[in-house]
């Protein structure tokens, strides 16, 4: 299969980067700096032991344009498309009265905005392949929202409801449509240092296996919804 990424160059994304290339799949990922790309596509191609099965591309999903090349990219290199995930996030905590206009829109429109230039951009050539799979990254946040993190929360609520509608849009085309929340994972996520309590926090890993099991569900079978927590969460 090929299978674009979006924000893979670290954290999730490049985890399940990891996962999918040693499944033996075509892996596109994105990210908006040049050399993290760069960086992120040579350390994964050595993983597997094979540069040619991986391709990263320089796009910031807040560009509809960029984001149109990302999926043309996938599909000129490979042949085709048949799964997008759209991981690409940005999370920062501040109080309404403190959030700039800056700040609010780099969250909407990455994290909703962004998702949804990736699926209008996408749908095509998963129908013309007759079927694919679209899994968008959302966060337990968006159904218990916290104090701090308005943009984040509404952003992920936003999507929610966003993948909801095009799953029942595009089901009949044989596109499966899966919205994925993590709970707290140990990722460099909205600026934390990463690998902070790994000892309780999901490890990116453990979100990565839980998209490539879903994956592997028969053609005939659709979990839509995919809520993963840590098991045993710090007390107090
Ligand atoms: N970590 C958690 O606790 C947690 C919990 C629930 C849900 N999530 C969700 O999981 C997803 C991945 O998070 P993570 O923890 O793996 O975060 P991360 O380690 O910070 O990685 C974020 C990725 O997104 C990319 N990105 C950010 N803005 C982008 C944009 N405008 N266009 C394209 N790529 C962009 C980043 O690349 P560049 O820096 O190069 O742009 C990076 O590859 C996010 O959607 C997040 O909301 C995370």
Request: hydrophobic share 35%; proline share 1%.
């Given at each position: 299969m090929t299978i674009l990424i979006t924000g893979g160059t670290r954290g999730i994304g490049y985890a399940l980067a990891e996962r999918c290339l040693a499944a033996?799949?075509?892996?596109?990922?994105?990210?908006?700096?040049?050399?993290?790309?760069?960086?992120?596509?040579?350390?994964?191609?050595?993983?597997?032991?094979?540069?040619?099965?991986?391709?990263?591309?320089?796009?910031?999903?807040?560009?509809a344009g960029e984001s149109t090349r990302a999926v043309e990219t996938a599909v000129q290199r490979f042949g085709g498309l048949d799964v997008l995930v759209n991981n690409a996030g940005v999370g920062i905590g501040a109080p309404v009265a403190d959030l700039?206009?800056?700040?609010?829109?780099?969250?909407?429109?990455?994290?909703?905005?962004?998702?949804?230039?990736?699926?209008?951009?996408?749908?095509?050539?998963?129908?013309?392949?007759?079927?694919?799979?679209?899994?968008?990254?959302?966060?337990?946040s968006s159904t218990r929202p916290f104090a701090g993190g308005a943009a984040y929360c509404a952003s992920k609520a936003g999507l929610n409801a966003f993948t909801e509608a095009l799953m029942e849009e595009v089901r009949a085309d044989g596109i499966r449509v899966t919205l994925v929340l993590p709970g707290s994972v140990a990722t460099g996520f909205s600026g934390r240092p990463a690998g902070q309590d790994s000892d309780w926090r999901l490890h990116a890993e453990d979100v990565a296996q839980a998209i490539t099991d879903l994956l592997a569900h028969p053609p005939r079978s659709l979990p839509s919804r995919l809520e993963i927590r840590p098991a045993q969460p710090k007390r107090g």
């Open positions: 033996g799949h075509h892996v596109v990922i994105t990210g908006t700096s040049t050399d993290g790309v760069s960086r992120a596509e040579a350390a994964l191609g050595t993983s597997v032991d094979d540069t040619t099965r991986v391709i990263g591309v320089v796009c910031d999903v807040r560009d700039s206009d800056e700040e609010w829109r780099r969250i909407l429109e990455t994290n909703l905005t962004g998702t949804f230039h990736c699926c209008r951009a996408a749908i095509p050539h998963l129908r013309a392949r007759g079927g694919g799979w679209i899994v968008n990254v959302s966060s337990l």
